[in-house]
């Protein structure tokens, strides 16, 4: 080979590679997707202040729960129903033990099931979530 070819391939090699890396630096930098979170709006609607006795023990549980969903018109399926979610509710707060009610993961589990129990009242994908304002077991 001579001292002409070997510049030539060096030349384009060399211009290959800068044309992938600059391709790769240019899609990296400039075209990379923007990242928009989106708001979503979300409303309340307030159940109030529940008291429950506590299975097998002689303490009482005093919960105020909002519901969070994502539609306002599920506010209007609520309010008509809210006698029978506020039953459902406390079948399932008379159903739970102190050791139940414990911590972190028995109030998480306790949400999913008063979830559980206002969608079977108002089955819709737009209640999102269950909040405990206030969660005292005396």
């Known amino acids: 080979m001579t001292v002409k070819k070997v510049m030539i391939f060096s030349i384009v090699g060399f211009l290959v590679t800068a044309i992938v890396f600059g391709g790769v630096f240019y899609f990296a930098v400039y075209k990379a997707p923007e990242k928009t979170v989106k708001e979503v709006k979300t409303f309340s609607f307030p159940i109030g202040e529940l ?29 008509p129903n809210k006698s029978k979610i506020t039953n459902n509710i406390m ?33 819709s994908d737009k209640i999102t979530n269950v909040y405990f304002v206030e969660f005292i077991v005396q």
Do not use: C, H, P
């Open 51 to 79: 008291y429950s006795n506590v299975k097998d023990s002689r303490k009482i549980l005093k919960t105020n729960i909002v519901i969070e969903m994502i539609d306002e018109k599920i506010q209007e399926k609520l309010e």
């Open 91 to 123: 079948e399932v707060l008379r159903s739970k033990d102190e050791s139940s009610l414990a911590g972190e993961k028995g109030q998480q589990a306790l949400r999913t099931e008063v979830l559980e129990a206002i969608k079977q009242v108002v089955d």
